[in-house]
Structure formats: structure tokens, C-alpha cells
């Protein structure tokens, strides 16, 4: 079963790379512009502006693949119930220690 921080990382990890794909294709590969005419001002702009929005998608991408592969974590009442059920296996004597356990022991004075 998917849990639904799975589905919103799937979701989030396709609509980055979707995007990734279309801001590509369309910066490069749109028809009718040829990407070796253009000046050089708009490569100055264009190459940075590329990289930055890419490692962006990446990096969205990245947390949400994360988010669709992590598994969920347990419910704190399974945890709790699993720490009690731990606890009741253990017999009371181990748990508990009498009073002559712990009391340390104490040097008698001797009289002179």
C-alpha cells in the first residue's frame, strides 16, 4: 500500500522531470530557431538561467523520489505497545532489585 507522502514524492518526481524535458526541448529544440544564431548576450543568460532551473528540477526530483521510495514510519501506538509487550516478557525479579542490591555497602567504624 502507498502511503500518501509516497504519492505526493511520485507526484513531485515526474512533474520535475516532465518539466526538466519540456524546458529543454523548448530552450534547444523549438522550431524555427536556430540555437547557433543567436548572440552571444543570450547565451550568456540563457547557459546559467539552463543550468540553475536543472539542478533545480534535479534536485526536486531527488526529494521526491525520496518521498515515493521511503516506507512510512510506524504509528507510535505500534512502538509503544511493542516496548510494553518487551517489558512484560522479562519476569519482575530481573526487573525490579531488592533494597540489599542496592544499597551500597557501608565501612564499619571501629572504636578505639
Known sequence: MVSKDQTIGGIIFVVCVIIGILYTVGLFFWPGVNPLEWAPPFWLVAIPVFLA????????????????TTP?????????SEIEEKAEEKPAEAVTETEEQKKPERKKKSET
Open 72 to 80: 512510512p514510519p510506524k504509528p507510535i501506538e505500534e512502538i509503544t
Open 53 to 68: 532551473f536543472i539542478a533545480i528540477m534535479a534536485i526536486g526530483a531527488w526529494i521526491g523520489w525520496t518521498m515515493a
